[in-house]
């Protein structure tokens, strides 16, 4: 999706047993569904509260260690007790300290936009699948495998049965602070459907639902303005059974195993939002609305929300003891701290109170020079980018193209227009995705002396010659202040006359109309930004230049490198993906590319960690992973007393 450049500024009833029957139950169950119960549920079901039917699977210790203790509960005294054992120790809970900034978001997955709905819904509800940002590959999670159809368009997914909906249950007394977890249901495919239907339906209102019409039928739905029940049923999304979900494609589509990986696929209760609507979530943040304590809150994921102890200026997470997948974490508690301002974040982070916290822009020179190995940069996703009009009297040359695309001093454009704060770009496909591309990997990028070499080998033969050419840019002041830089460049490094290029300014929705393949008197060269919607290399590289598939507006003919895009639209593999897109990369932006754009650079976002105590990757695209975050608890405690 195209960006204006003003941005720059910018998820029983109880049964009562006598003591001998309940001990054989429990003995029973746990045998036969190799399944546990906390202490929590055991006393639950005696004080006739609702438990659930499956139980996640445990790990062997652990399914003994609730056996001898029910065991020893309800087993009838028969001679001289054993001698007592000192009770085993509870250590203390691991916490992680973070910062958000704003207040507590709605925590509805499918509104999920900004960055700290991103965060938390991540955190709070299972995705049909999980983005892993150490390997950049996409890994299970509700779903434990999948498959596709020989036509390339119904994929098949198999999903877990021991992951659950959970409510927040209050500590036995002589614990540790650490809340509990009721579990209410398992999460089913029904729930993954719901979440499906929802934004194909607009019952939930968000600006890339756009990316789900690649389902059957969810364009249509989408563009019901009254769609009836039997309506919502034609959308190709089905739960076979509780642990087999369908979905059927309009197109064969590799990359839609990503966009199993956003928001859009986490899980949605429909039972709870059918009874309670947009209020199941029951939490705002809105002043003028009231405050509202999120106590209707159900989550999914690998912690959940403690509502006793969540206000506006703060969320308390504490982790999900019946979440069944290992991750490297080791965090029992979360505190998410929210902010109005980054500087306050770093204030406190600088007073070892908190983990992780954004790097203000006013105090990023000197901290990055004192202490560089605490800092982390996290690459954005937006490409801004120079487009150049192959029907131009002077583009129309690839070697005018990569002289202009040559000449340009990335790292001097990031530095003055945004104070170090971004990465320059030789190529499209963005850092951190699936099947991304480090920024340096492929690409010329800034070689004066391949530019003139280029410009040499034109018709042209020197940029003295070159007719007179327009570049259009839309009306930010920082797009005027970046196309003067770029002019200058092309003058210095080219020999450019400066009154040959021409700058002109204009709104964005203007720009855009000007630059289609059948506007009228269209530009030389424009300025534009292209935002991905899903972290994934056909969305970066192929959404924006394939020939067919893209807006085109360069209006240029196909060529080998689309061919490779095309095949890589449909490829599942993703070895194959990859290099697919590595060699359309090269295609383009290598010395003999044929560099329908010139790539600039995206915009970063930098953090400060406590790199002696925490250990974690953040990630590029989409919400920050908690329970991938290592802790060295004793050291921080340390620190902390110092």
């Known amino acids: 999706m195209h960006e204006s450049l003003d941005y720059r500024f910018a998820l029983h009833r109880p049964v009562k047993l006598s003591a001998a029957s309940r001990v054989c139950l429990w003995l029973i169950l746990l045998l036969m569904a190799a399944g546990c119960r906390s202490s929590n549920d055991i006393q639950a079901a005696e004080n006739g509260l609702p438990v659930t039917e499956l139980t996640p699977q445990p790990t062997a210790n652990r399914v003994q260690s609730v056996m001898t203790r029910i065991a020893e509960q309800f087993a009838p005294s028969t001679g001289t007790p054993e001698p007592a054992t000192a009770p085993e120790e509870v250590k203390p809970p691991v916490v992680l300290d973070l910062s958000l900034i704003g207040t507590l978001p709605n925590l509805d997955p499918g509104l999920a936009q900004s960055q700290a709905q991103l965060d938390m819904g991540q955190n709070l509800f299972a995705g049909l699948t999980n983005y892993n940002p150490d390997t950049n590959t996409i890994e299970p999670e509700l779903a434990t495998s999948w498959s596709i159809a020989p036509d390339g368009r119904t994929w098949t997914f198999k999903l877990r049965d021991d992951l659950f909906w959970v409510r927040p249950s209050r500590p036995l007394p002589g614990g540790n602070e650490l809340w509990s977890a009721t579990p209410v249901r398992p999460v089913t495919a029904d729930d993954v459907v719901f979440a499906v239907e929802r934004v194909c339906g607009h019952e939930v209102e968000h600006d890339l639902a756009y990316i789900l019409f690649i389902i059957d039928g969810c364009q249509e739905l989408f563009t019901n303005p009254a769609p009836t029940k039997e309506d919502r049923g034609r959308i190709s999304i089905r739960a076979i059974d509780a642990t087999t979900l369908e979905v059927q494609l309009t197109e064969p589509a590799g990359y839609f195993l990503t966009l199993t990986s956003t928001p859009f696929f986490q899980a949605v209760p429909r039972d709870l939002v059918t009874e309670r609507g947009n209020e199941w979530v029951d939490a705002n943040g809105d002043l003028s609305k009231g405050w509202q304590t999120p106590n209707n809150l ?69 901290f990055i ?76 990028g800034y070689s004066p002396d391949y530019a003139r070499q280029q410009i040499a080998a034109s018709s042209f033969r020197s940029c003295r010659l070159i007719p007179e050419i327009t570049l259009l840019v839309s009306s930010a002041d920082l797009s005027l202040l970046q196309a003067e830089l770029l002019r200058d460049m092309w003058v210095d490094e080219l020999g450019c006359l400066p009154e040959n290029i021409h700058i002109e300014q204009m709104q964005f929705g203007a720009l855009l109309a000007a630059t289609r393949q059948d506007a009228a008197n269209r530009p030389d060269m424009w300025e534009l930004a292209w935002s991905p919607a899903f972290p994934d290399a056909h969305n970066s590289l192929t959404d924006l230049l394939q020939c067919r598939i893209s807006e085109n507006r360069q209006h240029r003919e196909c060529s080998e490198a689309d061919t490779l895009l095309q095949h890589a639209a449909t490829t599942v593999d993703p070895a194959e993906r990859a290099t697919l897109y590595r060699k359309a990369e090269s295609l383009f932006f290598n010395e003999n590319g044929s560099f329908p754009v010139a790539p600039l650079y995206i915009r970063a976002r930098e953090i400060v960690f406590r790199n002696d105590w925490i250990t974690f990757t953040p990630v590029a695209f989409g919400g920050q992973q908690w329970d991938r975050v290592i802790i060295n608890a004793s050291f921080k405690e340390l620190e902390q007393n110092r």
């Open 369 to 444: 020079a004192k202490t560089p190995a605490r800092v982390k940069v996290i690459p954005g996703q937006i490409l801004f980018y120079i487009g150049f009009n192959f029907d131009s009297q002077v583009f129309r040359e690839p070697e005018v193209r990569r002289a202009f695309s040559a000449a340009i001093n990335r790292q001097r454009l990031v530095e003055k227009i945004y104070d170090g704060r971004g990465i320059a770009m030789r190529h499209v496909i963005t850092p951190d995705i699936v099947a991304g591309l480090p920024a340096d990997e492929a690409g010329v």
């Open 298 to 366: 159900i989550a999914s994921g690998p912690f959940f929300l403690v509502p006793a102890l969540t206000t506006m200026e703060g969320a308390v997470l504490h982790r999900n003891p019946l979440w069944p997948i290992d991750r490297q974490g080791n965090g029992d508690i979360v505190n998410v701290y929210f902010f109005h301002e980054e500087l306050d974040a770093f204030k406190m982070w600088q007073e070892r109170k908190l983990d992780v916290a954004p790097l203000p822009a006013a105090e990023r020179e000197q």
